[in-house]
């Protein structure tokens, strides 16, 4: 039977009425008992009555309601004091089966058998309903299918820990889903505006959404070891080797025959693959779900500061006061466009659901190496008309060497880094700062008649002289 390890008035105290109470005393007390300081199970009883007590003083109980399995005395009068109220508390977690007491020698112990100690931590999970972590799940199962597969003979025992996780993580799945349902039909039967919005953030964001689902869509996606645990179990079918070695580490750890160690294998190596190859079809419900939902708080907040308290009987005393009029005092509407509630455009489009890509194939393109060749050309040819300062300054020397003076007929040009030189050494400060300290070392003037220069260029006619520093320095001491 299910209940064959547990008291059968195990559940008394959380089913009477002062559950409430019962409630937070047994949240204190697994605080007490699944210390991680607490070496000795035995607890001494003065320090578990001294919790419950605790306990008592911060819920602040002032109302305590008889119970049908109290004694006449208890029945009759109730609990006049904090201690009254620990001590009935407590006998009754004793007598229901909760507590157990032992005496060594002058003092009183109190301990949990295993199976309470077990069932109160799942209650109080229950009550703390955690939000839980796609990724730490899916790395759990990851890293201890690769301790198995790399080490089958010393810890072949982490797959079937890695199959315990993921059948968590298919439970955790399956209690989003029906939270969810549970949620949205609850919302549907809520008309109040503020509750739908306190509900929301109430169950769905704190206790039902997990903790990393925003990384589902991101390049960070937790899901993205999927293929790589698939791939590992799929190769590790068809290891031969490695099989009968975790079979042997199976047989000498669970103490069972070779025929139920070969069964466990295969059966834990198979949960783990129906678990990762149905997570994209329970995902899409559960993301079906959720967008119902946000939909329908997004609509309702929408909405809130829309309504005005008191219209429905405003409009319908409005209603009521015209029906009672003559039909002629009514005037006629001669078109809808001032009324905004009644034309189609004023009906909102609900928002559009994201839809997933379809796969391609990704194939490279060729190039035209004409193509390529063109691109090179043009990026030769934009490279040689660039402007560059120190291009500009050789070419002048280039043109002075021997030379105290040049006229606009002397120059050269013979290429475009000549022409484009050519254009822009009579513009040296129009260049601007890059160009300073080039045009402080010459001097142009311009003639009034215009040249020709190497039958590329007619120009008005200049000279450019290099300034003799020293003279400048002598002039100005």
Same mark, same amino acid.
């Given at each position: ?45 003065? +320090? ?5 007590e ?12 008889p ?25 009754? !977690? ?9 005496? #060594? ?6 301990? !949990? ?20 972590s796609? %990724? ?22 982490? +797959? ?48 039902? !959404? ?15 070891? #999927?293929?790589?645990? +698939? ?8 290891d ?6 975790l ?6 750890q669970? &103490?069972?025959?070779?025929?139920d ?31 119902? +939902? ?44 001032t009324? %905004? ?8 489009a ?23 060749? !063109? #691109? ?16 500009? &300054?050789?070419?002048?020397?280039? *043109?002075?060497?021997?030379? &105290? ?13 000549d ?12 260049? %601007? ?10 001097e ?24 003799? *520093? ?8």
């Amino acid at each position: 039977m299910l209940f064959n390890k547990l008291p059968d008035n195990l559940f008394l105290p959380l089913s009477g009425q002062n559950r409430q109470v019962y409630q937070a005393v047994l949240i204190s007390l697994a605080d007490l008992f699944f210390d991680e300081d607490l070496v000795d199970p035995f607890v001494p009883k003065d +320090l578990v009555r001294s919790t419950i007590e605790g306990a008592v003083i911060r819920l602040g109980v002032r109302r305590w309601e008889p119970e049908e399995d109290d004694s006449e005395e208890d029945q009759q009068e109730p609990p006049r004091s904090t201690a009254e109220y620990t001590s009935r508390i407590y006998r009754r !977690l004793v007598a229901t089966g909760w507590l157990e007491e032992e005496q #060594r020698i002058y003092r009183s112990y109190v301990l !949990l058998s295993p199976a309470n100690s077990f069932l109160l931590r799942t209650l109080v999970s229950i009550a703390n309903l955690e939000k839980r972590s796609y %990724g730490g799940a899916v790395l759990n199962v990851l890293s201890s299918l690769e301790s198995a597969i790399n080490d089958p003979q010393g810890r072949g025992i982490t +797959l079937s820990e890695a199959a315990q996780t993921a059948a968590d993580f298919s439970a955790h799945l399956t209690d989003m889903m029906l939270g969810l349902r549970e949620l949205k039909i609850n919302l549907s039967q809520t008309n109040n505006p503020q509750e739908i919005v306190r509900n929301f953030f109430d169950r769905f964001v704190e206790h039902i !959404l997990v903790s990393d689902y925003k990384t589902l869509k991101t390049k960070n996606n937790p899901f993205r070891f #999927r293929q790589q645990i +698939l791939s590992l179990l799929r190769e590790l079918q068809f290891d031969t080797v490695k099989l009968e070695q975790l079979i042997m580490h199976y047989q000498e750890q669970f &103490e069972v025959d070779i025929h139920d160690a070969e069964a466990r294998v295969h059966q834990h190596i198979n949960r783990i693959i129906r678990i990762f190859e149905s997570v994209d079809q329970r995902l899409a419900i559960i993301d079906d779900f959720r967008y119902k +939902l946000e939909k329908r708080v997004s609509d309702t907040v929408r909405y809130m500061d829309k309504t005005t308290p008191g219209m429905a009987s405003r409009l319908s005393r409005v209603i009521a006061q015209i029906s009672e009029k003559d039909g002629r005092e009514i005037p006629r509407i001669q078109t809808l466009d001032t009324v %905004g509630y009644l034309a189609p455009g004023s009906v909102r489009a609900p928002v559009k659901r994201r839809t997933i890509a379809e796969p391609q194939v990704i194939t490279r393109k060729e190039i035209d190496p004409k193509v390529l060749q !063109l #691109r090179q050309l043009f990026k030769e040819y934009k490279e040689r008309r660039e402007v560059k300062v120190d291009r500009i &300054e050789a070419y002048l020397e280039r *043109h002075l060497i021997g030379r &105290e003076k040049i006229n606009a007929s002397d120059f050269e040009i013979s290429s475009i880094e000549d022409y484009i030189c050519f254009s822009y050494v009579r513009h040296l400060k129009s260049l %601007g700062k890059k160009a300073r300290k080039t045009s402080e070392q010459y001097e142009i003037k311009f003639q009034e008649n215009y040249v020709n220069v190497a039958d590329m260029v007619e120009c008005r006619d200049f000279y450019i002289t290099r300034k003799d *520093h020293s003279k400048e320095v002598s002039n100005a001491r």
